[in-house]
């Protein structure tokens, strides 16, 4: 019977006409394995199913080992006990994990099940952890199997591709939602390709809880040819709203604030679209390396870029295509795990391919559509109940853990963070599971943070940067990882590690998360602002961060808002606002040789003679030489030229020989050059000014 012309597919869940169809075990045309018999099909079924078993307890041991996670990263087991009430800490999370609630409610209840009078082993939390991960890979088996005659080919290959998780360049992570996500998503396209559109968008709202990516399927119903585009259109609308309302409203009433598309931890729609991920994924694609994004999923990713392209395969291709979208907007192609969900549909496509190829080398080249449609099993039917029960079960139970969590959270107004305050003892090789991973993650970013700082301290930027990467990955929510990273993306004097977008991206999550109240974190995205040449948010950022530093007493951040306000206004051509911000930092710091010299500079220099003035040029330049013991080649630079302009020629000359010889020593060129230039200017007895130039 094709289901594809069939109207009624509630007709096909009835038993009796599967009963018989079993029993008579008939295949259609083009069956590899030419069986007819009815002992040869339960035969191959139940091999099928003890390989997809076999398989199963493989993955158990080996995902086991990476229950609490690998060494000096803790984060499995701090996400798969996230939703826990001892220790829950869902709000620790970034905001795109925050809204994968179906697995992490799952993995909280099932951990909840071990503790018994407040103590858990932790070797039984570890088989939970590996029992877990393979039964949602076995529920993936068995729906391939009743699917897909040639599930054994399928099968082993999903396996394969699974195993390039275990690859250090995947970070070794194994989540509560990847697995799951990647069951709903082959549903989806088991469903569409039968066109039981019904199961089909079941199985998406159920899969993108697990993880949002999920959504990618629901592209599919613009290609669900029976329906006019208008009810395309509204049933993808549809599973759209379901996601964003629904992700909306969970998070709501577990009091976190996030938007409804988190990626970036965007909070806002301007985050969602920022270059920098993208740029640093475009250049791992090009760099060539023996962990390479071109291997992953056991190289089927690249053979069905290469081969799936045929008109039948359009639907599934464009899913494929969008989804990689995503994923280089995103994602971290060096992380093989990304890619995990479109592996059995690659797989699938490439078996009815390898199958063309192996019967047209056979029996000579095969006409026209003889191919059978992705191999469809007659036993297809028993996966519709199943994927209802799979459902029903999965998001029953994290529907009833969900409303606990809720009503704890509703005794006595607590939040979130206060939620699990009881004490859990764990009878194992780890003391106090919960605490243990807090604490080893606070140590770690700690650890990484005091080496960033000792880096910056012997001017290696880049050392730093790696530290401060490496506290983000542990704690994604961390204000001093984040600001001394887009501190350094936006200031470094290495061109090469300046990246505007990621500065601009750090500094406003940073300011988020504190709320704006903090006047140095305000002053960091005032420069990430400039940075970016976004000059006119600078200045209103920077003077909210002047604003905050005076109304909270911090002299330091104020100095560094007015100098920073002082640089924008030199870039806008405003060289009378830039002499306010500098006089208004020497008022509070009279020491301060940067708006000294500064300062200096302009009223030697500046084009609008109204603005120059030699003696106080020459006071505030004498000054800074003097704090700096005359070693700051620009500084004795600076000095010359206000010899000058107060009319002391001779003075200029001497002192920007000694501004030359000094430069050259420090091994400073381009300063060396300049001077050099001014020199010769000084000795024609001519002062230097600027040019007078338009402001931008």
Same mark, same amino acid.
């Given at each position: ?5 069939s ?8 038993f ?23 002992g ?14 076999? =398989? ?17 990263n ?70 391939v ?27 070794l ?6 697995l ?15 066109r ?53 409203? =969970? ?116 006409p ?41 959270l ?16 764990p ?27 000792v ?79 976004? =000059? ?5 950022t920077?003077k ?67 603005l ?85």
């Amino acid at each position: 019977m094709n289901l594809r012309n069939s109207k009624d597919w509630m007709a096909h869940f009835k038993f009796s006409s599967l009963r018989t169809r079993l029993l008579n075990c008939r295949r259609a045309t083009g069956n590899a394995f030419g069986a007819s018999g009815c002992g040869t099909e339960r035969r191959l079924l139940f091999f099928e199913l003890f390989v997809a078993l076999s =398989l199963g307890v493989t993955y158990y041991f080996l995902v086991e080992n990476f229950a609490i996670g690998s060494p000096n990263n803790y984060t499995n087991g701090w996400v798969f006990t996230s939703c826990s009430f001892p220790g829950f800490h869902l709000d620790k999370l970034g905001d795109v994990w925050k809204g994968r609630l179906s697995g992490l409610l799952l993995s909280g209840w099932l951990f909840d099940s071990l503790v018994k009078d407040n103590k858990f082993g932790v070797e039984q939390y570890e088989s939970l952890f590996g029992l877990y991960q393979s039964l949602w890979l076995f529920l993936l088996f068995l729906a391939v199997i009743f699917a897909l005659r040639h599930s054994l080919f399928i099968n082993l290959g999903i396996f394969a591709g699974l195993m390039y998780g275990f690859t250090p360049a995947s970070g070794l992570y194994f989540y509560p939602w990847d697995l799951p996500a990647t069951l709903f998503f082959t549903l989806a396209v088991l469903f569409f390709e039968r066109r039981q559109m019904f199961l089909m968008t079941a199985a998406i709202c159920a899969g993108c809880f697990f993880k949002e990516t999920v959504l990618v399927c629901a592209v599919l119903v613009l290609f669900a040819s029976p329906w006019k585009w208008g009810k395309r259109v509204l049933a993808f609308a549809g599973i759209v709203a379901v996601y964003l309302l629904g992700k909306k409203f =969970l998070l709501s009433q577990l009091h976190f604030h996030v938007a409804a598309f988190s990626m970036n931890n965007a909070t806002n729609l301007t985050g969602l679209f920022r270059p920098a991920l993208l740029i640093e994924n475009f250049k791992a694609l090009l760099s060539p390396t023996l962990n390479h994004a071109i291997f992953v999923n056991a190289g089927t990713l690249v053979a069905v870029l290469a081969l799936g392209w045929r008109r039948r395969f359009l639907p599934y291709m464009v899913v494929i295509v969008v989804y990689l979208g995503g994923q280089f907007m995103y994602g971290g192609l060096n992380e093989f795990r990304i890619f995990m969900q479109i592996l059995p549909l690659s797989l699938i496509m490439l078996s009815e391919r390898w199958q063309e190829y192996a019967g047209s080398s056979a029996a000579g080249e095969l006409p026209a559509g003889s191919a059978p449609a992705w191999a469809l099993r007659e036993t297809f039917p028993v996966l519709m109940p199943l994927t209802i029960v799979l459902i029903g079960v999965s998001t029953g139970i994290a529907a009833w853990r969900y409303y606990d969590i809720c009503e704890n959270l509703r005794l006595d107004g607590r939040a979130p963070s206060e939620l699990g305050k009881r004490t859990v003892e764990p009878e194992g090789h780890v003391s106090n599971l919960n605490v243990e991973y807090q604490e080893l993650r606070s140590e770690y970013v700690k650890d990484e943070l005091e080496l960033a700082r000792v880096s910056i301290d012997n001017q290696q930027p880049s050392d730093a940067i790696n530290h401060y990467e490496r506290a983000l990955e542990q704690d994604t929510n961390s204000v001093a990882a984040m600001s001394g990273l887009a501190w350094l993306r936006a200031t470094t004097s290495d061109s090469r590690l300046r990246n505007n977008g990621e500065a601009l991206r750090l500094a406003e999550r940073a300011c988020q998360l504190t709320q704006n109240k903090k006047a140095s974190l305000v002053g960091i995205l005032a420069v990430a602002y400039a940075e970016a040449g976004r =000059l006119s948010d600078a200045v209103v950022t920077a003077k909210k961060a002047h604003a905050l530093a005076l109304a909270q007493g911090q002299k330091d951040v104020y100095v560094e808002a007015e100098l920073e306000l002082a640089k924008v206004s030199i870039d806008n051509q405003q060289p009378s606002d830039a002499i306010n911000h500098y006089q208004r930092v020497l008022a509070v710091d009279a020491n301060s040789v940067a708006a000294m010299s500064s300062l200096a500079w302009l009223r030697a220099t500046a084009s609008d003679p109204r603005l120059r003035n030699g003696d106080e040029a020459v006071r505030l330049a004498e000054r800074a030489c003097q704090l700096t013991q005359n070693k700051e080649a620009s500084q004795v630079g600076i000095l010359a030229a206000a010899y000058a302009e107060a009319g002391r020629l001779s003075d200029a000359v001497v002192t920007a020989q000694k501004g030359y010889a000094l430069a050259l020593a420090q091994g400073q060129k381009d300063v060396a050059t300049r001077t050099e230039q001014l020199l010769k200017l000084y000795k024609s007895g001519q002062p230097y000014h600027q040019e007078a130039r338009p402001a931008p």
